[in-house]
């Protein structure tokens, strides 16, 4: 008889078969266990090894670092713990690994306020890094409570105690009941919308976890975080610890400590201000002495250093004289200075030469100055400047060079002999030769006829 073959496995093949097959059961993986704490051990990694049994079994439970709940392991205790069955293969053991432990007998509601705290804690809720400082001396204090709870008489009392220049703004909502969570929301986007509070505080008295629980609801948490202004709570009693504590930007055990967290207290600021008023003053008496005897060496030094106000006038006074000597002394070098150059001018002015009897000869087109024969043409236009005005000409037929090479002495004085253009018959070039000298061209008639403009040569020489 020859058996049939089987598969030879390994432990390890056994164990980890044994913990897929426990993390993958449904039952399994979500499992709350009521049972008794015992061998709690806490290692130096922070992660806690206990038991939970009861009258006829145990089981071994291991709670890691970081999950809810490990204050309240205590040997002999008696809890409600959370989480899924698994297998540990280097020591064949079936552990409980537990995320959450609660007290027993909270039952339900003590369960569902775990699973939100833990859900909104994932979303970040309760990070450290966003909440916001408190404002020091706030001028508005929002707050959200009931208008008829001991909460509201208690801050009222506290801030007009502590600092009287703040004022109070009253959301007023439900504390307790169905109705109430809805309202503290409400209340607390009131204010934020107002915006006129600097920071607001959410408040009511102690009592059981019901009675707290709206403000556990997950409404009130979202618009705590929401909200633009830093939000205190001050909800319960010392022991009390609600999910408004932990979304707030500050947490105080009651009301009363929420408003004396929010204010300043007056009588220390006062005793501030007293020390420091003191203080500026006396600095301010340190620095006047100071100023005050710096002024008076500063005097000294001064009337020891005046100089001599009499010999410094004496000095003035002759040194004018000296000024005024030698001013005169150049206005009358002056005076002849400008008297010689007078005399000068004279001698160099165009005006005067041509008043002597002289002329000067133009180019009619040009403008050029005519300064010898061989610079005219016969029939050239020419424009005649003498003493007392300007007339045109025209250049003679006889030869420039023939002309002048026989004239006489008192011929050569006139530069040029020229014909008005208004004679109607040209004479010859001879007999313009022969009169040149002895018979001046007749002036045409300057009425009716327009004066021909001043040569641009005429600038020079002026």
């Given at each position: 008889m020859t058996l049939p073959q089987q598969t030879v496995l390994t432990v390890s093949q056994v164990a980890v078969h044994l913990r897929e097959m426990l993390e993958s059961h449904p039952f399994l993986s979500d499992l709350?266990?009521?049972?008794?704490?015992?061998?709690?051990?806490?290692?130096s990694s922070g992660h806690s090894y206990f038991t939970l049994k009861d009258s006829s079994a145990s089981l071994n439970c291991v709670l890691f670092r970081g999950q809810g709940g490990a204050g309240m392991l205590e040997n002999g205790k008696s809890v409600r713990a959370h989480g899924r069955m698994s297998f540990y293969e280097p020591r064949g053991s079936t552990d409980f690994m537990v995320d959450r432990v609660l007290p027993e007998g909270e039952g339900e509601l003590a369960q569902e306020l775990e699973r939100l705290k833990m859900r909104l804690g994932q979303e970040g809720l309760f990070e450290e890094s966003r909440k916001r400082p408190l404002p020091q001396f706030p001028e508005v204090v929002g707050v959200v409570?009931?208008?008829?709870?001991?909460a509201w008489q208690d801050i009222q009392n506290v801030v007009r105690r502590r600092y009287p220049?703040?004022?109070?703004?009253?959301?007023?909502?439900?504390?307790?009941?169905?109705?109430a969570a809805p309202q503290i929301a409400t209340a607390l986007d009131l204010l934020d919308s107002d915006g006129s509070a600097d920071v607001i505080i959410v408040a009511r008295g102690g009592g059981s976890l019901e009675d707290l629980w709206p403000f556990n609801e997950e409404l009130v948490a979202?618009?705590?975080?929401?909200?633009?202004?830093?939000?205190?709570?001050?909800?319960?009693h010392e022991t009390d610890f609600t999910i408004a504590d932990y979304v707030a930007d500050r947490r105080a055990p009651t009301p009363s400590a929420a408003a004396e967290l929010v204010?300043?207290?007056?009588?220390?600021?006062?005793?501030?201000v007293r020390a420091l008023t003191d203080r500026a003053c006396r600095g301010a008496i340190r620095v006047v002495e100071a100023n005050r005897q710096e002024v008076a060496n500063l005097s000294r030094r001064l009337e020891s250093g005046l100089p001599d106000l009499d010999h410094l006038k004496r000095q003035v006074d002759d040194l004018a004289d000296v000024l005024g000597n030698?001013?005169?002394?150049?206005?009358?070098?002056?005076?002849?200075?400008?008297?010689?150059?007078?005399?000068?001018?004279r001698t160099l002015d165009p005006a005067a030469t041509l008043r002597r009897g002289f002329a000067v000869v133009q180019h009619g087109g040009t403008r050029q100055v005519v300064s010898g024969v061989g610079q005219v043409s016969s029939g050239d236009a020419l424009t005649i400047t003498v003493a007392d005005g300007v007339f045109p000409a025209t250049a003679g037929g006889v030869a420039p060079g023939a002309a002048y090479s026989t004239a006489s002495a008192e011929t050569m004085k006139s530069p040029v002999v020229a014909e008005p253009e208004s004679s109607t018959t040209p004479p010859?070039?001879?007999?313009?030769?022969?009169?040149a000298p002895e018979v001046p061209p007749a002036r045409p008639s300057r009425r009716g006829r327009r004066r021909p403009p001043e040569p641009p040569a005429m600038d020079r020489l002026l």
């Amino acid at each position: 008889m020859t058996l049939p073959q089987q598969t030879v496995l390994t432990v390890s093949q056994v164990a980890v078969h044994l913990r897929e097959m426990l993390e993958s059961h449904p039952f399994l993986s979500d499992l709350w266990i009521v049972g008794e704490v015992s061998n709690l051990r806490a290692s130096s990694s922070g992660h806690s090894y206990f038991t939970l049994k009861d009258s006829s079994a145990s089981l071994n439970c291991v709670l890691f670092r970081g999950q809810g709940g490990a204050g309240m392991l205590e040997n002999g205790k008696s809890v409600r713990a959370h989480g899924r069955m698994s297998f540990y293969e280097p020591r064949g053991s079936t552990d409980f690994m537990v995320d959450r432990v609660l007290p027993e007998g909270e039952g339900e509601l003590a369960q569902e306020l775990e699973r939100l705290k833990m859900r909104l804690g994932q979303e970040g809720l309760f990070e450290e890094s966003r909440k916001r400082p408190l404002p020091q001396f706030p001028e508005v204090v929002g707050v959200v409570t009931s208008p008829t709870g001991a909460a509201w008489q208690d801050i009222q009392n506290v801030v007009r105690r502590r600092y009287p220049l703040a004022r109070l703004l009253l959301s007023p909502t439900q504390v307790q009941g169905l109705e109430a969570a809805p309202q503290i929301a409400t209340a607390l986007d009131l204010l934020d919308s107002d915006g006129s509070a600097d920071v607001i505080i959410v408040a009511r008295g102690g009592g059981s976890l019901e009675d707290l629980w709206p403000f556990n609801e997950e409404l009130v948490a979202r618009a705590i975080f929401r909200n633009r202004i830093p939000v205190v709570s001050g909800v319960g009693h010392e022991t009390d610890f609600t999910i408004a504590d932990y979304v707030a930007d500050r947490r105080a055990p009651t009301p009363s400590a929420a408003a004396e967290l929010v204010v300043p207290d007056g009588s220390i600021l006062l005793q501030t201000v007293r020390a420091l008023t003191d203080r500026a003053c006396r600095g301010a008496i340190r620095v006047v002495e100071a100023n005050r005897q710096e002024v008076a060496n500063l005097s000294r030094r001064l009337e020891s250093g005046l100089p001599d106000l009499d010999h410094l006038k004496r000095q003035v006074d002759d040194l004018a004289d000296v000024l005024g000597n030698n001013l005169q002394t150049r206005l009358n070098v002056g005076k002849l200075e400008v008297s010689s150059f007078e005399s000068r001018l004279r001698t160099l002015d165009p005006a005067a030469t041509l008043r002597r009897g002289f002329a000067v000869v133009q180019h009619g087109g040009t403008r050029q100055v005519v300064s010898g024969v061989g610079q005219v043409s016969s029939g050239d236009a020419l424009t005649i400047t003498v003493a007392d005005g300007v007339f045109p000409a025209t250049a003679g037929g006889v030869a420039p060079g023939a002309a002048y090479s026989t004239a006489s002495a008192e011929t050569m004085k006139s530069p040029v002999v020229a014909e008005p253009e208004s004679s109607t018959t040209p004479p010859s070039s001879e007999s313009a030769s022969e009169a040149a000298p002895e018979v001046p061209p007749a002036r045409p008639s300057r009425r009716g006829r327009r004066r021909p403009p001043e040569p641009p040569a005429m600038d020079r020489l002026l």
